[in-house]
C-alpha cells in the first residue's frame, strides 16, 4: 500500500485504504497547536492585503533583527527559510555526497532529503517504549559520520532527550569533525527548555533549525529559521532561492514572536490536557510514549501489528498517523496530536470502545 508520507490532508490516506474521506472526521495527524493561530495574527490579517503588491524582503531584515534580539545573537548567525522543511533540504545539500547518521525513530525528511543529494546514509536505532539515547552505543557510529540530525524533542516519539546528553553529543561530535544538526521544531511546547543557542558561539559544528508553523498554527504560510556560526549561514545562503519567504509570511513571523503570552498558555494547556490523556491511557491499559510535548506514540500491547487499531479508528473518523514509514516503528505504534478538549474526549470515547471489545 502507497501510504501518504506525512500527517495531515487525510483524503490522501482514505484513498490509498480504499475509502470515502467522511465529510466529519478528527485528524490527529497533524502536531499543530490545537488553539489555533496568536489572535493578533487575524486581527491584522486585513492589513497584509496591501503588502501582497511588494516583493518581499529576500534578506527578511526584519524578522531578522527581531529572532536576534529574542535569543541574543547576532543577525549573521540566522538564517530565515520556507518552513524548517527547506532549512532541512538546504542542509542536506550542503551535505552532498558526505556520510549523515540518523536516529530512528525520527522525522523522515531527514532522509529523504540526504538521499536526494546522494549522501550516503547511517542509522542508529531506539528502542520503545523508551525510546532512550544511549551514547555509549552512538559513540561506535559517530567516528564514521560526516553529520549527525538529531530531533529534540523527537518527532515522532515527543521525548525530550537530556541536555546534557546533547552537549556531550556536540562535544563528541566536533572532536569527530562530524556536524550536529539540532531540529527543534517543537521546542516551544516544552514548559522547561535550556535552549541550545547560547552554544552556537562554542561549537562551530553546531546548526539549530527552529518551525514558526508548529506553535503558532501557520503550516500554510511556511516559516522557520536556522542558527549557526556565520561561516555556515553564509554557505548555506548560497543555496537559497531568490525570495524564498514570502512577504505574508515575514508579516506573521514578526507578530508571531510579539505573543510570548500566547506560547505560555499553550504549553499550560497541552500539558495539563497530556496529563488528562495519559491518565486514561494508564485506566485503559494502552501503552504510550513517554512524550513531553504536544504529541504521543500509543499502541495497544495487546497487539504487534496495530494495523487493526488503525483500521477501527479510521472508520470512526478518528485519524491518527500510522507510523508505517517510520524505520523502527513501521505499524507498531500510532502517533496522535492533542487537539481540542472536546475532540480528545472524542478519541477516548473511541478508544474505550474499542477497548471493550478487545
Given at each position: 500500500?502507497?501510504?501518504?508520507?506525512?500527517?495531515?490532508?487525510?483524503?490522501?490516506?482514505?484513498g490509498?485504504?480504499?475509502?470515502?474521506?467522511?465529510?466529519?472526521?478528527?485528524?490527529?495527524?497533524?502536531?499543530?497547536?490545537?488553539?489555533?493561530?496568536?489572535?493578533?495574527?487575524?486581527?491584522?490579517?486585513?492589513?497584509?492585503?496591501?503588502?501582497?503588491?511588494?516583493?518581499?524582503?529576500?534578506y527578511?531584515?526584519?524578522?531578522?533583527?527581531?529572532?536576534?534580539?529574542?535569543?541574543?545573537?547576532?543577525?549573521?548567525?540566522?538564517?530565515?527559510?520556507?518552513?524548517?522543511?527547506?532549512?532541512?533540504?538546504?542542509?542536506?545539500?550542503?551535505?552532498?555526497?558526505?556520510?549523515?547518521?540518523?536516529?530512528?525513530?525520527?522525522?523522515?525528511?531527514?532522509?529523504?532529503?540526504?538521499?536526494?543529494?546522494?549522501?550516503?546514509?547511517?542509522?542508529?536505532?531506539?528502542?520503545?517504549?523508551?525510546?532512550?539515547?544511549?551514547?555509549?552505543e552512538?559513540?561506535?557510529?559517530?567516528?564514521?559520520?560526516?553529520?549527525?540530525?538529531?530531533?529534540?524533542?523527537?518527532?515522532?516519539?515527543?521525548?525530550?532527550?537530556?541536555?546534557?546528553?546533547?552537549?556531550s553529543?556536540?562535544?563528541?561530535?566536533?572532536?569527530?569533525?562530524?556536524?550536529?544538526?539540532?531540529?527543534?521544531?517543537?521546542?516551544?511546547?516544552?514548559?522547561?527548555?535550556?535552549?541550545?543557542?547560547?552554544?552556537?558561539?562554542?561549537?562551530?559544528?553546531?546548526?539549530?533549525?527552529r518551525?514558526?508553523?508548529?506553535?503558532?498554527?501557520?503550516?500554510?504560510?511556511?516559516?522557520?529559521?536556522?542558527?549557526?556560526?556565520?561561516?555556515?549561514?553564509?554557505?548555506?545562503?548560497?543555496?537559497?532561492?531568490?525570495?524564498?519567504?514570502?512577504?505574508?509570511?515575514?508579516?506573521?513571523?514578526?507578530?508571531?514572536?510579539?505573543?510570548?503570552?500566547?506560547?505560555?498558555?499553550?504549553?499550560?494547556?497541552?500539558?495539563?490536557?497530556?496529563?488528562?490523556?495519559?491518565?486514561?491511557?494508564?485506566?485503559?491499559?494502552?501503552?504510550?510514549?513517554?512524550?513531553?510535548?504536544?504529541?504521543?506514540?500509543?499502541?495497544?500491547?495487546?497487539?504487534?501489528?496495530?494495523f487493526?487499531?488503525?483500521?477501527?479508528?479510521?472508520?470512526?473518523?478518528?485519524?491518527?498517523?500510522?507510523?508505517?514509514?517510520?524505520?523502527?516503528?513501521?505499524?507498531?505504534?500510532?502517533?496522535?496530536?492533542?487537539?481540542?478538549r472536546?475532540?480528545?474526549?472524542?478519541?477516548?470515547?473511541?478508544?474505550?470502545?474499542?477497548?471493550?471489545?478487545?
Amino acid at each position: 500500500m502507497n501510504w501518504p508520507s506525512h500527517g495531515s490532508n487525510p483524503q490522501y490516506l482514505y484513498g490509498a485504504m480504499g475509502l470515502m474521506l467522511p465529510e466529519d472526521y478528527t485528524d490527529f495527524s497533524a502536531n499543530i497547536n490545537p488553539l489555533g493561530p496568536p489572535p493578533a495574527l487575524k486581527e491584522k490579517w486585513q492589513e497584509f492585503y496591501q503588502e501582497i503588491f511588494v516583493y518581499p524582503d529576500p534578506y527578511a531584515t526584519k524578522l531578522k533583527k527581531r529572532i536576534a534580539q529574542q535569543e541574543q545573537i547576532p543577525d549573521q548567525s540566522i538564517l530565515i527559510g520556507n518552513g524548517g522543511a527547506e532549512l532541512i533540504t538546504m542542509v542536506a545539500r550542503m551535505l552532498a555526497g558526505k556520510r549523515v547518521l540518523l536516529i530512528q525513530p525520527t522525522f523522515s525528511e531527514y532522509e529523504k532529503a540526504c538521499k536526494a543529494n546522494k549522501c550516503e546514509v547511517l542509522y542508529h536505532h531506539l528502542k520503545g517504549p523508551d525510546f532512550e539515547l544511549n551514547q555509549d552505543e552512538l559513540h561506535k557510529k559517530i567516528e564514521f559520520a560526516d553529520a549527525l540530525f538529531l530531533c529534540n524533542p523527537n518527532n515522532p516519539t515527543g521525548i525530550q532527550y537530556p541536555g546534557s546528553t546533547i552537549i556531550s553529543l556536540i562535544e563528541e561530535c566536533e572532536q569527530q569533525n562530524c556536524l550536529v544538526i539540532l531540529d527543534e521544531a517543537f521546542f516551544d511546547f516544552l514548559v522547561e527548555y535550556d535552549s541550545f543557542i547560547p552554544y552556537i558561539n562554542r561549537f562551530s559544528n553546531l546548526i539549530i533549525i527552529r518551525s514558526m508553523t508548529k506553535m503558532f498554527a501557520i503550516p500554510g504560510i511556511r516559516l522557520g529559521y536556522l542558527v549557526a556560526q556565520p561561516t555556515v549561514i553564509e554557505s548555506l545562503n548560497q543555496l537559497q532561492s531568490h525570495w524564498s519567504i514570502n512577504t505574508i509570511a515575514l508579516l506573521a513571523g514578526e507578530l508571531c514572536l510579539q505573543d510570548e503570552s500566547f506560547i505560555n498558555m499553550t504549553q499550560k494547556y497541552i500539558r495539563d490536557e497530556r496529563k488528562r490523556l495519559f491518565a486514561f491511557f494508564k485506566n485503559n491499559e494502552f501503552d504510550v510514549s513517554s512524550s513531553k510535548v504536544n504529541f504521543y506514540l500509543l499502541k495497544d500491547p495487546l497487539l504487534n501489528d496495530q494495523f487493526p487499531l488503525f483500521e477501527f479508528l479510521i472508520k470512526k473518523a478518528v485519524i491518527p498517523r500510522h507510523t508505517f514509514n517510520f524505520p523502527g516503528l513501521e505499524g507498531r505504534w500510532l502517533r496522535f496530536a492533542i487537539k481540542g478538549r472536546e475532540e480528545n474526549n472524542a478519541l477516548m470515547e473511541v478508544l474505550a470502545d474499542w477497548r471493550h471489545h478487545h
